[in-house]
């Protein structure tokens, strides 16, 4: 009977987009509500919220998206440069970069012998490929890619930030700060719960932080609120 191959189930190869997705929709939820809780705590009308709600999803969606790919643009243009200048090297002194490769998995384990014929046949192979994962820790798993960043914090900030847009269209203004800072919750503690799965974490650690934090974000923006209370006129 033919066995099949064990199912790997490490999560590291999705880090990358994880990491950005779940920012992205914690950002959406916890800056659009926070927002949202503030200028309803100065009781304005409720276009003036819904105004307030929109222009915020969609100032957050675009800065989220730049500011991921202005900051992952520039990890890949450093893996760029030590991806360069390790091919200079190679051609520079192939024997002292075999050397440096021997070294590495001397340090992990291998006999000196070993290793060194690990290092001449991977180098043999495909030399920058075997320094940039043993040396540099690039990989094709673990490098930068700017769109799929910016993209993924895009659409995740503008998926979590339209709930709270949503209540604001459907609850009336008098219960409004209430079901907003409660729902906005409960949908952190859901995102939190979520990404810790993805990524074989602690759910109840990863829930309760990210509720407790947008529970001091809310009450502080109230706060602020509170402070230009204004006369209601929905």
């Known amino acids: ?8 189930r490490h999560k590291i190869g999705r880090l990358g987009w994880l990491r950005a997705m779940v920012l992205g929709a914690n950002d959406g ?32 969606a675009m800065s989220m998206g730049a500011g991921e790919y202005v900051s992952v643009s520039s990890q890949s243009d450093s893996e760029s440069a030590e991806l360069h200048l390790e091919q200079q090297e190679l051609l520079q002194d192939w024997d002292a970069e075999v050397n440096e490769l021997t070294r590495i998995y001397m340090n992990r384990g291998l006999e000196k012998p070993l290793a060194r014929e690990v290092a001449t046949r991977l180098m043999e192979h495909n030399a920058l490929e075997a320094h940039a994962r043993d040396e540099l820790n690039i990989s094709e798993l673990t490098a930068a890619k700017p769109f799929q960043a910016a993209i993924a914090s895009a659409l995740s900030f503008s998926l979590g930030g339209i709930v709270p847009v949503l209540v604001v269209l459907l609850v009336p203004l008098s219960m409004l700060h209430w079901v907003l800072s409660i729902t906005s919750l409960i949908e952190l503690a859901v995102l939190g719960v979520v990404g810790a799965k993805a990524g074989n974490a602690k759910p109840l650690r990863a829930s309760l932080r990210v509720v407790c934090w947008g529970a001091a974000t809310m009450a502080a923006t109230s706060f602020i609120g509170k402070l230009f209370n204004a006369p209601i006129m929905d």
């Open 1 to 8: 009977m033919a066995h099949s191959e064990p199912v790997e």
């Open 29 to 60: 939820i916890l800056s659009t509500s926070s927002l949202l809780v503030g200028v309803i705590a100065s009781n304005p009308s409720r276009n003036i919220v819904l105004v307030t709600g929109i222009s915020g999803l969609i100032a957050g």
